[in-house]
Nanobody
């Protein structure tokens, strides 16, 4: 069974940095695209970034130039390096993968950015 566990969330000040990690198990990790989503209080969950199996990346406009997604196919991990954090980045961050037509999600990791 596919299992995703996120880590790295914390409380940081405006302009700070964090590196989130997601470790995946139960699948041949290197073959699958991975994505990060986030959900702020009282808001819909939104797409943040994704990386294909071949390493092509994509970002939502609000994080371009500040966030970087990467993957380690040896350690079955996907990362989200977040720089120049803003209060509007405050959210619970989730990694997700689509496997056998089903979307799998971790439980998320909380990021709080104070002004």
């Amino acid at each position: 069974q596919v299992h995703l566990v996120e880590s790295g969330g914390d409380r940081v000040q405006f302009g700070g940095s964090l590196r989130l990690a997601c470790v995946a198990s139960g699948l041949n990790f290197r073959l699958f695209a991975m994505s990060w989503y986030r959900q702020a209080p009282e808001k819909e969950r939104e797409y943040v970034a994704s990386i294909t199996a071949s390493g092509t990346t994509n970002y939502t406009d609000s994080v371009k130039g500040r966030f970087t997604i990467s993957r380690d196919n040896i350690r079955n991990r996907v990362y989200l390096q977040m720089n120049n954090l803003k209060p509007e980045d405050t959210a619970r961050y989730y990694c997700t993968v689509t496997y056998a037509t089903r979307n799998y999600w971790g439980k998320g990791t909380q990021v709080i950015v104070s002004s």
